[in-house]
């Protein structure tokens, strides 16, 4: 069956409405270039914004832990579909059988953190000046908040922000890539049974917007959406970053990344191998947090890449329907010519191709992926290509090996290989990894959804996910109640009238 028919009998399935198609939005599988048939874009952009707006009103007025049930039920609906969201993720972005189910698992468990979440939105109470005041600090629901996704966690993204800006009292419009809007329809007919089972949620708690970036940009300019999560390219975060900022509207950037793992000497080379395997090419190279930079200790080098090389070689490519599959396809054509561009200047700044680098021949976009041996950081090195192309570099000595992780414009992900207790350290200190994350003895990507996700620089700085991510969905207030019969005034200003 073709990649498309089979998304079109799961969305029925799932209860996407027949009105979702026929529009102008193409849809295509990058497993084999099918199409499952256009949608309709979202018309009115002004209309969904507004009924976020009415949602609000509504929303904020519910008990927190009221909303977690909310959340709760989502997470049950996503239990039960979660095979076939699964698979609508592995049709529309390509990505083999187990990562579309671990994308699902991760919406999963951030409901789970979420509810939870939804009994824990704590603030402060604070010591006032004044006698017979109290001072505290309570965090209270912020507004409308606008999600931007990447194809690559086509859903993952969205459930990390929705689910926190549902719990903190805030309504979601999804704005999908427009590579994958089905993935996200499926999401929502699995949100709307949740609504449908919780009673008298307003109307428009979540929506999703299909449409290109005019759409994107009429949503991020507007004032009546006070926070807009972006996950994407640095230059896509750049123009949102810029627009939002422009209304003075809070913007949480997760951009791109150039990720490295620093290998020492004492390095255990048979975990690093499996480590590097799936950080670099799982997804195919399609992370955030793909392991990009491989950094060396030059005595260990040679023999890190021969047995890489062996690996590389027998690496299962193809439909990632299929078991044993490990590599899908890459998204589209133009990721595919990013990918042998970035090889071409490789090999002009001096780098040498060890093993991958070819297009594979069959329907859809399919590539192996490449190591490439580089004498410095070059440009085409700095720069984050998202495809499988795995650079080699070494050093002497762990202080330089730190000083060329942080020498890259990104920040998100990091990691050391090593058994030494001193590096490990060093690595993980005020003058080790200048990264958002830093791992030791782990790739670079698989976050768990507990800790902040997200990175420095050109990553962008913003946090989503777990920890006390929760708190950029909320609005921070200062309270402070006067229960005395005088009226005292702070720092012992005087004013009697
Ligand atoms: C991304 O690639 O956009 O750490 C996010 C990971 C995932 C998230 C990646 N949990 O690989």
């Not at 507004?50 to 909310?70: N, T």
């Not at 090999?347 to 070819?358: D, N």
């Not at 290989?417 to 994350?437: H, K, P, Y």
Request: glycine letters at 10%; hydrophobic letters at 45%.
């Amino acid at each position: 069956m073709t990649a498309a028919n089979e998304t079109k009998a799961i969305l029925d399935r799932l209860g996407v409405a027949p009105a979702a198609w026929g529009g102008a939005m193409p849809t295509r599988s990058p497993i084999d270039g099918s199409t499952a048939g256009p949608v309709v874009e979202t018309p009115n952009v002004d209309a969904v914004i507004a009924r976020s707006v009415e949602a609000f009103h509504a929303w904020k007025r519910v008990p927190a832990p009221r909303r977690g049930e909310l959340v709760r039920l989502l997470g049950e609906e996503l239990r039960a579909s979660k095979e076939d969201l699964a698979r609508v993720v592995t049709l529309e972005a390509g990505k083999i059988v187990s990562e579309g189910l671990g994308e699902v698992q991760e919406m999963i468990d951030i409901c789970d953190f979420a509810v939870g979440l939804s009994r824990q939105l704590y603030g402060l109470t604070l010591a006032s000046e004044r006698p017979g005041h109290h001072m505290r600090e309570t965090w209270q629901p912020l507004g409308p908040v606008l999600v931007i996704s990447a194809f690559n966690f086509p859903v993952a993204v969205w459930a990390w922000n929705a689910c926190l800006a549902l719990v903190c009292g805030d309504p979601v419009i999804w704005k999908p890539s427009e590579k994958t809007p089905l993935t996200a329809l499926a999401t929502q007919a699995i949100f709307d049974r949740a609504l449908a089972r919780f009673e008298d949620a307003p109307e428009g708690l979540s929506q999703v917007v299909i449409g290109g970036r005019e759409a994107g940009e009429a949503l991020a300019s507007d004032p009546r959406v006070p926070l807009v999560s972006a996950t994407g390219s640095t230059r896509m975060g750049r123009a949102v970053a810029q627009t939002v900022a422009a209304r003075l509207g809070r913007s949480l950037l997760e951009l791109g990344g150039n990720n490295a793992m620093v290998v020492t000497p004492s390095a255990d080379l048979e975990m690093a191998v499996r480590a590097i395997a799936f950080s670099a090419v799982g997804t195919a190279g399609q992370r955030c947090t793909t392991l990009r930079r491989l950094l060396v200790h030059e005595s260990v080098a040679d023999a890190l890449v021969a047995r890489l090389k062996k690996a590389y070689e027998t690496l299962p490519i193809g439909d990632p329907r299929e078991a044993g599959t490990l590599i899908g396809p890459l998204i589209d054509e133009a990721s595919a010519q990013g990918f042998d561009a970035a090889l071409k200047q490789a090999v002009e700044q001096g780098g040498e191709i060890v093993v991958g680098g070819a297009r594979v021949e069959r329907d859809g976009v399919y590539v192996t992926p490449a190591i490439v041996r580089m004498p410095a950081q070059t440009a085409v090195v700095e720069h984050e290509t998202f495809a499988p192309i795995l650079y080699v570099l070494t050093w002497s000595d762990f202080d330089d090996a730190v000083a060329m992780q942080n020498a890259v414009p990104q920040g998100l992900s990091s990691c050391v290989f090593t058994d030494s207790v001193r590096e490990a350290e060093q690595f993980l200190s005020a003058w080790g990894s200048d990264c958002g994350i830093a791992n030791v003895n782990i790739g670079p990507s698989g976050a768990e959804i507990g800790g902040a996700f997200g990175g420095e620089k050109d990553t962008g700085g913003g946090r989503e996910s777990g920890s006390d991510a929760w708190k950029a969905y909320m609005r921070r207030q200062t309270q402070t109640v006067n229960f005395s019969r005088n009226l005292p005034l702070a720092q012992g200003v005087k004013f009697d009238v």
